[in-house]
C-alpha cells in the first residue's frame, strides 16, 4: 500500500464546476503539501498545511490529522486549472531533512 | 529574490553514456537541495538530498550520484545511463536552517535514455 494515496487519479469537469481532490497518508506527518504541476512538467507549490484550512484565491486546503486526510478545492473552476495536482506529505520523523513522500497525483481537466 | 534553474530542459542520451544535470539556486545561502525523479505513471520520488557543500545524502540505491561543489550548485550524474533512467528530474531547495518550509522546485529536466 502506498503512503500517500490521492483520488480520484483522473478528473475532467466542466468550466464553473466545484472540485474536489483528497489525499490519504497512513504515517505520521509533520505537514502536507499542495503542488501543481502544468503540462510542461514545471512544479509550484500550492499550500503547506499541518492543521485546519488555507484558502488562496479560488482555491482551498484543508486537512484532517486525526483522519489522516486533506482534500484540495477548486471553486469556479477554469480551463487554466488544468494541471496534475500532487499531494506530499513530509515525515514527523524523518532521516532526510524535510524529505517529502509524494502522492502519484490527479489529473485534472476543465473543459471551457 | 530566490530562483532555482535547471539545465538542460530536455536531453536525448544513448543507452551507456555519460550524463551530467545541473541546478542552481540563487537568493539563499546553505539552502537544502533536493534530486528527484518522476518516472512515467510515477510519483516523484527522492534520489539525493544534500544539506551543505560535499555533503550528499541517497535515498535509493542507483545507477546515479550527486554532488555539491558550491553551496547553491547541485548536480546529478551518470557514468553510464539505463533505458530505466529515462524520466522527468526536478531540483529543489528548502531555504536555509528552515527544514520546516515548503519546497521550492525548479523547472525539471525531461531525460529520454534510447
Known amino acids: 500500500k502506498n503512503e500517500v494515496e490521492q483520488s480520484p487519479q483522473n478528473l475532467t469537469a466542466q468550466e464553473g464546476e466545484f472540485i474536489t481532490i483528497n489525499c490519504s497518508y497512513s504515517?505520521?506527518?509533520?505537514?502536507l503539501h499542495w503542488l501543481q504541476q502544468h503540462p510542461g512538467g514545471g512544479i509550484v507549490s500550492l499550500f503547506m498545511?499541518?492543521?485546519g484550512k488555507k484558502k488562496h484565491g479560488r482555491l482551498i486546503a484543508t486537512i484532517n490529522i486525526q483522519e489522516k486526510h486533506s482534500s484540495l478545492h477548486i471553486t469556479a473552476s477554469h480551463p487554466r486549472d488544468s494541471a496534475v495536482y500532487i499531494c506530499a506529505v513530509r515525515l514527523f520523523h524523518g532521516g532526510s531533512q524535510g524529505n517529502l513522500i509524494f502522492g502519484k497525483g490527479t489529473k485534472l481537466s476543465v473543459k471551457p | 529574490s530566490q530562483t532555482i534553474h535547471q539545465w538542460p530542459a530536455t536531453l536525448v542520451q544513448p543507452v551507456g553514456s555519460p550524463l551530467s544535470l545541473e541546478c542552481t539556486v540563487e537568493g539563499t545561502s546553505n539552502p537544502n537541495l533536493y534530486w528527484y525523479r518522476q518516472a512515467a505513471g510515477r510519483g516523484l520520488q527522492l534520489l539525493f538530498y544534500s544539506v551543505g557543500i560535499g555533503q550528499i545524502s541517497s535515498e535509493v540505491p542507483q545507477n546515479l550520484s550527486a554532488s555539491r561543489p558550491q553551496d547553491r550548485q547541485f548536480i546529478l550524474s551518470s557514468k553510464k545511463l539505463l533505458l530505466s533512467d529515462s524520466g522527468f528530474y526536478l531540483c529543489?531547495?528548502?531555504?536555509?536552517?528552515?527544514?520546516?518550509?515548503?519546497?521550492?522546485f525548479g523547472p525539471g529536466t525531461r531525460l529520454t535514455v534510447l
Open positions: 504515517v505520521g506527518i509533520s505537514a
Open positions: 529543489a531547495y528548502v531555504s536555509s536552517g528552515r527544514i520546516g518550509d515548503e519546497q521550492f
Open positions: 498545511l499541518s492543521s
